[in-house]
T-cell receptor
Framework: DAGVTQSPTHLIKTRGQHVTLRCSPISGHKSVSWYQQVLGQGPQFIFQYYEKEERGRGNFPDRFSARQFPNYSSELNVNALLLGDSALYLC???????????FGSGTRLTVV | AQSVTQPDIHITVSEGASLELRCNYSYGATPYLFWYVQSPGQGLQLLLKYFSGDTLVQGIKGFEAEFKRSQSSFNLRKPSVHWSDAAEYFCAVGPYGQNFVFGPGTRLSVLP
């Protein structure tokens, strides 16, 4: 079975640009969450979606947005990129009745 | 507010030695507790989780953790460390079905 897949694996963007990160959850998983992991720190919660609705939002500016599609895949969008947005962005999925998230390998975003 | 502390930033042990990684949490209700491991450049892999019941939880790769409510701790242990266990370890706490708060992580180095 395929795990959580994220694309792209790496990308480099310039300050002020926009970026879209994509995530496909494990088949059957209806909940998707996004985390930002800055180098040397633990992951920080950005968004959680369940059945295409936002269930939670972390302490991130409005430049960050996300959505979940009918097939439960998800996109994370970041506008007006700042150098500080450079991080590993992790997507995680879970079953409705499963309390443990399965994480993808992440997208490494570098803003220059 | 919920929070997680991992007092040890970096631990070095010899291969074959026992290991204990500390995790303390602050949470106002019954916590759901997790340990994840992250190899360099990779996503997070779930080692074990605690929701209720037996306070000693067995996980993958020979790891176990003990929940001690009186000490607000959820320490991770392994009786004999292998070189392949070298990685970053994260403790996380959260309510059911919602986002998790991760600790800052403990980096484990293993000496041959």
């Amino acid at each position: 079975d395929a795990g959580v897949t994220q694309s792209p694996t790496h990308l480099i963007k310039t300050r002020g640009q926009h970026v879209t990160l994509r995530c496909s959850p494990i088949s059957g998983h209806k909940s998707v969450s996004w985390y930002q992991q800055v180098l040397g720190q633990g992951p920080q919660f950005i968004f959680q979606y369940y059945e295409k609705e936002e269930r939670g939002r972390g302490n991130f500016p409005d430049r960050f947005s996300a959505r979940q599609f009918p097939n439960y895949s998800s996109e994370l969008n970041v506008n007006a990129l700042l150098l500080g947005d450079s991080a590993l962005y992790l997507c995680a999925s879970s079953l409705e009745a499963d309390y443990g998230y399965t994480f993808g390998s992440g997208t490494r975003l570098t803003v220059v | 507010a919920q929070s997680v502390t991992q007092p040890d930033i970096h631990i070095t042990v010899s291969e074959g030695a026992s290991l204990e990684l500390r995790c303390n949490y602050s949470y106002g209700a019954t916590p759901y507790l997790f340990w994840y491991v992250q190899s360099p450049g990779q996503g997070l892999q779930l080692l074990l989780k605690y929701f209720s019941g037996d306070t000693l939880v067995q996980g993958i790769k020979g790891f176990e953790a003990e929940f001690k409510r009186s000490q607000s701790s959820f320490n991770l242990r392994k009786p004999s460390v292998h070189w392949s266990d070298a990685a970053e370890y994260f403790c996380a706490v959260g309510p059911y079905g919602q986002n998790f708060v991760f600790g800052p992580g403990t980096r484990l180095s293993v000496l041959p």
